[in-house]
């Protein structure tokens, strides 16, 4: 229980943030007191760093300052750019404790075993996580001549189009590989466990 206080108080809404965001949408201290029945006073405390928000007016104020509460306390303020929802601007996520893959349309604040992810960079692939592709049979067969170990390995692979995203999980031990249907593809990505995303 201390440790998950520690983790909330080390991730907690910084002063900064908050008069960032009041500014952003316009409104002075007075106006934010009154949208969540503080003092201004208390606002102003807030602001430069002579006081925190209690934990039970996170809610109400990411409301007031239309922002999640997540975002509150990963301090930082992310908008989704990408309102058109297009896919060729998707975004993955890794957790580095449990593997787990998040995507996303657009730029988003993603949180996993408690730890804030930020998006993979998609690079040019090297030698080493060269992407091959072919047709086989209808469908796009997508495999990388890489290593697949415990240690070392391909997690996933996707192929996107300009209306969604096809994905395969991939596991140590199994093959880099996977198939995909021929649907418009634009890109396809495959993520490295220690190298990060690449894309062809």
Request: with cysteine; hydrophobic share 40%.
């Amino acid at each position: 229980m201390a440790s998950d206080r520690l983790g909330v108080m080390n991730n907690y809404v910084t002063g900064a943030l908050i008069k960032k965001l009041r500014e952003n949408r316009k409104i002075t201290q007075e106006e934010l007191a009154q949208k969540i029945n503080v003092s201004s006073k208390a606002v102003s405390k807030w602001e430069t760093g002579r006081g925190f928000p209690d934990i039970g007016l996170l809610e109400i104020l990411a409301k007031a300052l239309d922002v999640s509460v997540i975002e509150l306390l990963s301090g930082s303020d992310v908008q989704n750019k990408n309102r058109a929802a297009d896919m060729r601007k998707c975004r993955f996520y890794v957790c580095p404790v449990c593997a787990n893959v998040i995507q996303a349309t657009g730029e988003a604040v993603v949180s996993c075993c408690g730890i804030t992810l930020p998006p993979l960079e998609a690079e040019e692939p090297d030698e080493e996580h060269k992407i091959h592709v072919e047709r086989q049979d209808g469908e796009y067969y997508v495999c990388l001549n890489h290593v697949m170990e415990k240690s070392h390995y391909i997690s996933f692979i996707a192929a996107v189009s300009d209306n969604g995203v096809q994905f395969v999980k991939l596991y140590p031990q199994q093959k880099a590989e996977a198939y995909f249907r021929i649907d418009n593809v634009r890109y396809f990505y495959a993520c490295c466990n220690r190298h990060g995303l690449v894309r062809l």
